[in-house]
């Protein structure tokens, strides 16, 4: 008796599986929503780069002496706008904030949707097995 090994995410047209509607619509969700966690990483990436060059710009503000330096540059959409030493380090803070939050609400958004897809994983896995593949390719 030959035995025949299936890989994970390999479709068997021989195997009794029946896909309904209800269950393309789980499947069709879950790519959505993984989709969308790839496209909230990437966004939180960038957060976290901003964040980075604004914690960077706010030491080397502190290391300015007002006297040296009466107007700093400070871009402010897409025209430089000139603030005193203490109005450009408190503005850095408030963006610091803004960012750190904005960052945060994003972690909660990823944490939902990863919830929601663990939920339809499970319940896919369950009906599928092996005949569907969920896992992420690195």
Known sequence: MASTSVS??????????HITFEDQQKINKFARLNARVDEYRDELKAKQTTLKNLED??????????????????????????YNLETAQNNLEELKKTVGKEMKDIETKIKDISSTMSDLKTHLYGKFGNNINLEAED
């Open 8 to 17: 994970k995410g390999t479709f068997q047209p021989d195997s009794d599986v």
């Open 57 to 82: 710009a706010s030491e080397e503000l502190m290391l300015l002496d007002e006297d040296d330096c009466p107007n700093l540059p400070y871009l402010s959409g897409e025209t430089f706008v000139y």
